[in-house]
C-alpha cells in the first residue's frame, strides 16, 4: 500500500505549499527522511526533504498528477517535532516552506547531488567532437573522452568556460544522446565515520608511499572515535574519494549516530509541569546567574539548554557567565558552521547559546528554552528574521515537553500576552525605584543658547567623572557626521528623491543616504534651488560628537562603539575613558566600572516608525538603567512629557503596558489584530481580495528602494490568521508579492501543540 509524502525541494525557493509524491511501503519514509524525486517537466532528480506523510492526497490534487520517490538518501535528519514546527512558522509567518527549510534548516546541511558526465558511444563521440567548430566545445569534448565519466565540477574547473556555456553545451549533447548525466548522491549525514580494521589502519598511517592526506583523514577518524563525513574531510583536498576508497577496502565503516551514542542516551523524562517564566528585571548578569541557579536544581545530567540570543556580540559575553556557573558544558555558536551545534552536542556540550535558527535544531531531552533580552526588536520580524522568537520558541516548548524562561529588561505586548493568557510566571528581580533617574529638558540649552549635544550639567557630569579616573557611557542612536542639510540662504532641505526624508551625512564613506529607505548619493556643493554654496551639515550623529568630544576632552580616551564589530569592552580594564555609541553599547558594552551613563538624545529612541518604537524606547532606558545601577542614568529630550518617559521615571512598567495596549486596541493593532506588511513588483494592485472583507484597513502602496531597486511596500491591518489569508487574495495580487512580514496577534499559537 503506498502513501504520500508532503516535500521541500531542497536548493528551490518555490512560492508554494508543499509538493506531494507518492511513496510506496517498501521506501520506507519517515518524516524528517532526505528523499530523491523527480521535479519538473523534465523529471531532473532534485533532493528534498519529508515534512508530512499521509494516506489520501489533499482534496485539489488527483492521484494521475503524482510522481513517485525515487528512493530514500538517509533518515532522520530532524525529528516530527521540528517538521511540526518548520510548518507552523511557514503558515502562521508567510513563509514559503521551500524557502523557510533552505534558509533555515538547509543550512546545516552538507553536501548535493553530484551530476556525473559520461560518453555513451565513443565513436559517434568522436565523430561528433570532429565536426565541431568551436574551440571550447571542442576541449570540452577531449576531456570528456579523455576522463569519461567525470563530475560536473572537475570538468568545469578543467574545460575553463562558464559554467552556463557547459550546461547548455551538456543539454545539446544530452539531447543527442551522446551522454549520460547520471548523479551522484551526497554523504550521509546521520552516518558517523569509525575504524573497522584497526590491523589496515596501523598498516596504512605507518607505510611509505600513503599520501599524507590520506594519513590525516584517518587520524582524525581514530582520534575522534566517531566523526562525521565533513568533518573528516575538511580542507583535505579529494577527502571525499579519500572516504570512499577507504569504505570499499575495509579500513573505515558507517554507522548510525543514534548507534554511537546508545550508552550515552538517557530515557526521556516526562515532565507534567514545564516552567513557563518571565526573569524581569536586573542586569544581564544578574538574570544568567538566577537562571543558572534555577537549571542546577532541576536539570538532569542527560538534559540540555538552549539560550536563544539575538546577535553574535551577546553570545560571547553570555557564553562567559554561563562557563562560569557550567564549566566545560557551554558552547556558544559565533558564526561557525551551524552543523556544530550537533558535534559540540555529540562532544558533551549541554548548555547552548545560540541565535534563533537553533529553534529548528534537534537537542537530546531538551528541558529549558531560555529566550535573553526577550524585548528586543531583534526577536520580533525584520529583514533578517522573518518569524517572532518568543512565539516560535514557545511552540517549540509545546511541541517537546520543555519549560521556557523569557529573560528581559522590560515586558512588551508579546511577553505581557504569555504572562496573561499562557499562564506564565512573573518574577521581578530588581526594580529601579532608587536609582537616580535625571531627566534633562533640552528646550531650555536651546533657550539659553547652547547649541550643543551635551547639556551643561551633562559636561560638567563627564568633567566630574573624568577628573576621578572614572569611565562615562554615552549612548547616541544615529551614526553619521550630520542629519539633515540646510541652505544658509533660502532654507532648502536636501531630501531623499525617494521618499522625501531628509538626508543623512556621513563623513567616513563622503555619502548622502537616506535613513528610511537606502538611497545613496554624491554630496552636494551648492544648494539645488538658488545655487548658494552656504549649505549647512545640521544635526548631530555619532560622527560628529566624537569630533567634539576630542576637542573638549582633550587628555581622557574615547571608545566609539557601534554596530558591525564583535569586540567586547570590558569596562573594569578602562580609567579616565568615554565610551560613546549606539545602541550596540549595551551588547559589545561590559559596564560594571561606568560611573554613569547617559543618553545624549532620548528623542532618537521615542520616535522611531516601527509598531514597536514605544516598548523599544522602554526598553533601552530600562537595559540603560539597570546595567549601571546604582549609579546615575541621564535622560536628554525635548519631550519632558512623553508618557513613555514618565513611566520609565516611575518604575510603572504595568501602567505603561495598560497605556500603550490601550492605544492599540483603540487602533486596532497587534496584539488586536494582524498586521501584515508586503513588498511588491508593481504598486497596480486593485483587486486584492477575491471577497469583501470587514475590518481591515490597507496602507499603501508605497514606493521605496530595496537591495538597489524600487519596490513597493502595503500594510494590512485585519483580523484573518495568516493561514487563511493566501485564499482570499486573487491570483494576480499574489503575483506581485516578492515579501512579508507578518506583527502576529499571539493567539496564533494554539494550546494543542499537534496542530
Do not use: W
Amino acid at each position: 500500500m503506498s502513501k504520500f509524502v508532503g516535500v521541500a525541494i531542497e536548493d528551490a525557493y518555490l512560492p508554494f505549499d508543499l509538493l506531494f509524491y507518492e511513496a510506496p511501503d517498501f521506501l520506507d519514509v519517515e518524516v524528517g527522511s532526505r528523499v530523491l524525486v523527480p521535479f519538473g517537466k523534465k523529471n531532473k532528480p532534485k533532493l528534498a526533504y519529508v515534512l508530512k506523510i499521509v494516506d489520501t492526497l489533499p482534496y485539489q490534487l488527483s492521484q494521475d498528477q503524482i510522481k513517485n520517490v525515487i528512493s530514500v538518501v538517509e533518515k532522520n535528519l530532524f525529528s516530527k517535532e521540528i517538521a511540526k514546527l518548520l510548518l507552523f512558522v511557514s503558515e502562521n509567518f508567510l513563509i514559503p516552506i521551500h524557502s523557510l527549510i533552505n534558509k533555515i534548516y538547509g543550512t546545516y546541511v552538507e553536501g548535493e547531488l553530484v551530476p556525473i558526465i559520461s560518453v555513451n558511444d565513443l565513436k559517434l563521440f568522436s565523430e561528433f567532437r570532429d565536426s565541431l567548430k568551436s574551440q571550447d566545445k571542442k576541449n570540452i569534448c577531449d576531456l570528456l573522452l579523455e576522463a569519461s565519466p567525470i563530475p560536473l565540477s572537475r570538468l568545469n574547473e578543467k574545460s575553463k568556460v562558464k559554467v552556463s556555456y557547459l550546461k547548455q553545451f551538456l543539454r545539446e549533447m544530452d539531447k543527442k544522446n551522446l551522454i549520460k548525466i547520471e548523479y551522484k548522491l551526497p554523504y550521509p549525514l546521520n552516518k558517523l565515520l569509525v575504524i573497522k580494521n584497526e590491523e589496515l589502519f596501523e598498516e596504512l598511517v605507518h607505510k611509505k608511499g600513503v599520501f599524507k592526506s590520506v594519513k590525516n583523514v584517518l587520524l582524525r577518524i581514530k582520534k575522534n572515535g566517531a566523526i562525521q563525513y565533513g568533518e573528516a574531510i575538511y580542507k583535505i583536498r579529494n577527502g571525499l574519494a579519500i572516504l570512499e576508497s577507504l569504505l570499499k577496502e575495509g579500513v573505515i565503516e558507517e554507522i548510525d549516530e543514534n548507534d554511537e551514542n546508545d550508552e550515552k542516551i538517557f530515557p526521556l523524562i516526562i515532565r507534567e509541569n514545564p516552567k513557563r517564566l518571565i526573569i524581569d528585571g536586573g542586569n544581564l548578569k544578574e538574570r544568567v546567574s538566577y537562571i543558572s541557579n534555577l537549571v542546577k536544581s532541576e536539570i538532569h545530567e542527560s538534559e540540555s539548554v538552549l539560550v536563544v540570543v539575538n546577535e553574535i556580540a551577546l553570545i560571547k559575553r553570555l557564553s562567559e557567565l554561563y562557563e562560569g556557573n557550567f564549566p566545560g558544558l557551554v558552547f556558544g555558536y559565533t558564526g561557525k558552521e551551524k552543523s556544530e551545534i550537533k558535534r559540540q552536542l555529540r562532544l558533551g556540550k549541554r548548555i547552548i547559546i545560540s541565535t534563533p535558527f537553533s529553534l529548528f535544531t534537534d537537542m537530546p531531552n531538551l528541558r529549558f528554552i531560555v529566550v535573553e533580552d526577550a524585548s528586543s526588536k531583534y526577536h520580533i520580524p525584520h529583514e533578517y528574521l522573518q518569524f517572532d522568537t518568543r512565539i516560535v520558541a514557545y511552540k517549540k516548548s509545546e511541541l517537546e515537553n520543555a519549560s521556557i524562561i523569557f529573560s528581559t529588561y522590560s515586558i512588551d505586548d508579546i511577553i505581557y500576552y504569555f504572562q496573561k493568557e499562557k499562564g506564565f510566571e512573573l518574577v521581578e528581580i530588581k526594580n529601579l525605584k532608587k536609582q537616580n533617574k535625571r531627566i534633562i529638558d533640552m528646550r531650555r540649552e536651546l533657550k539659553s543658547e547652547n547649541l550643543s549635544p551635551l547639556s551643561r550639567y551633562l559636561e560638567s557630569k563627564i568633567k566630574k567623572a573624568i577628573s576621578s579616573n572614572g569611565n562615562v557611557a554615552l549612548i547616541l542612536n544615529r551614526k553619521p557626521y550630520s542629519t539633515f542639510i540646510v541652505c544658509g540662504e533660502c532654507g532648502y532641505v536636501h531630501r531623499c528623491p525617494v521618499c522625501e526624508s531628509p538626508l543623512y551625512f556621513d563623513k567616513e564613506m563622503n555619502l548622502l543616504f537616506c535613513p528610511v529607505c537606502g538611497h545613496t548619493e554624491e554630496p552636494i556643493e551648492k544648494c539645488p534651488r538658488c545655487g548658494s554654496l552656504s549649505l549647512l551639515y545640521l544635526g548631530y550623529g555619532i560622527q560628529k560628537l566624537s569630533n567634539s568630544l576630542r576637542n573638549a576632552f582633550k587628555d581622557t580616551n574615547l571608545v566609539v562603539i557601534e554596530g558591525g564589530s564583535e569586540v567586547i569592552y570590558d569596562s573594569k580594564k578602562f580609567e579616565k575613558t568615554i565610551f560613546l555609541g549606539t545602541e550596540a553599547m549595551f551588547s559589545h558594552l561590559n559596564f560594571e566600572n561606568i560611573s554613569f551613563l547617559a543618553f545624549v538624545s532620548a528623542d532618537t529612541f521615542l520616535n522611531g516608525s516601527e509598531i514597536n518604537t514605544s516598548f523599544e524606547a522602554l526598553k533601552y532606558l530600562r537595559e540603560g538603567a539597570f546595567e549601571t545601577y546604582p549609579n546615575d542614568i541621564f535622560i536628554q529630550t525635548y519631550e519632558m512629557e512623553n508618557y513613555i518617559i514618565e513611566n520609565f521615571k516611575k518604575d510603572d512598567e504595568l501602567e505603561f503596558i495598560k497605556l500603550e495596549l490601550s492605544f492599540r486596541k483603540e487602533l486596532n493593532y497587534p496584539p488586536f489584530a494582524f498586521l501584515y506588511e508586503f513588498r511588491l513588483n508593481s504598486n497596480d494592485i486593485y483587486p486584492i481580495f477575491k471577497i469583501h472583507v470587514q475590518d481591515t484597513k490597507i496602507y499603501g502602496p508605497v514606493r521605496k528602494l530595496y537591495q538597489n531597486e524600487n519596490v513597493y511596500e502595503l500594510s494590512i491591518r485585519t483580523q484573518i490568521i495568516p493561514k487563511e489569508l493566501y485564499s482570499i487574495f486573487t491570483d494576480s495580487f499574489c503575483k506581485k508579492i516578492i515579501g512579508a512580514r507578518v506583527f502576529p496577534a499571539p493567539i496564533i499559537v494554539n494550546r494543542n501543540p499537534e496542530d
